[in-house]
């Protein structure tokens, strides 16, 4: 991976951060900064290197993410809205599909390609941290909640530092185990310091889940045991809690014009129900990308139904949600069989359990908060490079061991 690419990267997961921050000068300009820097990386797919000799092409996989992508972007011809909006979201999502798997995929060729991309993705996390603790002391008003005391940080939302956190969490983990010095290990515990105060049911599950994968993946098979006995608990925890303060105040106020909240309650599972009550009106390919299922709020904006499966469910109906689950599904497969043949070089464990494991931690996350589809959040951006990454790191893992091998023995003489 080029350092050209990497910055690319970089900036514009910087430009997506600024674009989800609270802050109100300069958004204009950071918006059509992001879209710029999407589309350059993007363009980095029309001259995509060479594979490796014995590369994992991942046909199947990445034809399932175009797929997903194309179909999102054809939903804008049946779109309720009637508008350019549906069109434009699914054009983003196609941009996002060509950066992962035509620009990223084929760059990810040795092993210090995924330790670039560790790092790309380790420096969002201290940004994050340091622009969150500055703020902190200046503008304390502005990073926490009056009422509830939950921190916001940069994001002005606490479950925005639940998602974007679940993701990163694995990574900080591996780039401590690549080099073990007190400052790598500060991060991961300023991060769950971060998700914990920020009172993000969501956010917490997903940072255990991820980290979970992160270390089963690292020290092999027994730790899968635990990693799966976690899953059967923290989803049905997350899905039961019913406290106020789940939905925001503006969507506690559109359904009581929608509905009366002793039917729904002010949890997820009435929001699903809501959902599902939508998705029964247009089951096969719903009511368009992007459109909320025909709810909208006072602002103008799209209903979230507080999980990205229930809402692409009523967007894009089953046909969209068969796309959407696919790569999921696919990256928990290859997670379980990478078990069967683990890798041996300690560096190369780290990036693969890294980028799955963030991957797999914000799925999770995702269940509970509607993100994952969304292109313009900072936290759809990780998650999909960190699920390019890890599907591949983990399908070439003994090529990898062998690089590692090969490199170690050119010491040696």
Not at 246 to 251: A, C, F, L, R
Request: net charge positive; aromatic share 16%; proline share 4%.
């Amino acid at each position: 991976m080029t350092r050209a690419f990497s910055m690319v990267l970089f900036l514009a997961c910087m430009a997506f951060t600024y674009k989800s921050s609270f802050l109100a000068f300069g958004q204009q300009v950071a918006d059509a900064t992001r879209w710029s820097l999407l589309a350059a990386g993007a363009l980095f797919a029309l001259w995509a290197p060479r594979p490796l000799k014995g590369a994992f092409s991942g046909t199947a996989v990445r034809l399932a993410g175009y797929s997903f992508a194309g179909f999102a972007l054809l939903s804008s011809i049946w779109s309720s809205q009637k508008s350019i909006y549906s069109f434009m979201r699914g054009g983003s999502m196609v941009l996002l599909a060509m950066l992962v798997f035509g620009a990223l995929w084929p760059r990810l060729r040795r092993v210090s390609d995924y330790e670039r991309l560790t790092k790309v993705l380790s420096s969002v996390a201290w940004i994050t941290v340091i622009v969150s603790a500055f703020f902190y002391v200046f503008m304390r008003g502005s990073t926490v909640r009056p009422v509830t005391g939950a921190f916001q940080g940069l994001f002005g939302n606490p479950n925005s530092i639940g998602m974007v956190y679940a993701v990163l969490m694995p990574v900080s983990l591996s780039r401590f185990y690549l080099k073990k010095r007190p400052l790598r290990a500060a991060l991961p515990v300023i991060l769950s310091f971060f998700v914990i105060w920020s009172q993000s049911r969501a956010g917490l599950v997903g940072c255990l889940f991820g980290s979970l994968i992160f270390f089963a993946s690292y020290y092999g098979r027994k730790m899968w045991i635990l990693a799966v006995l976690a899953f059967f608990v923290l989803v049905p925890y997350g899905a039961v809690q019913q406290g106020k303060g789940v939905v925001d105040d503006v969507e506690q106020n559109f359904l009581r014009g929608e509905t009366s909240l002793e039917e729904f309650g002010s949890g997820r599972y009435g929001l699903w129900m809501l959902a599902f009550d939508r998705f029964q009106k247009r089951p096969f390919v719903g009511y368009g990308f992007g459109t909320g299922g025909d709810l909208y709020l006072p602002s103008g904006e799209p209903f979230r139904y507080h999980s990205s499966f229930s809402q692409i469910t009523v967007e894009l109906g089953i046909v969209g949600l068969m796309f959407f689950v696919a790569p999921i599904a696919y990256g928990g497969l290859k997670a379980a069989r990478y078990q069967l043949a683990p890798a041996n070089d300690p560096r190369v464990r780290a990036v693969l359990a890294a980028l799955m494991g963030g991957w797999l931690g914000g799925a999770v996350n995702s269940f509970f908060e509607s993100w994952l589809f969304s292109v313009g959040n900072i936290a759809s951006l990780l998650a999909w490079i960190c699920f390019a990454g890890g599907v591949k790191a983990m399908s070439e893992a003994r090529s990898l061991d062998q690089q590692q091998k090969e490199k170690s023995h050119a010491r040696g003489v």
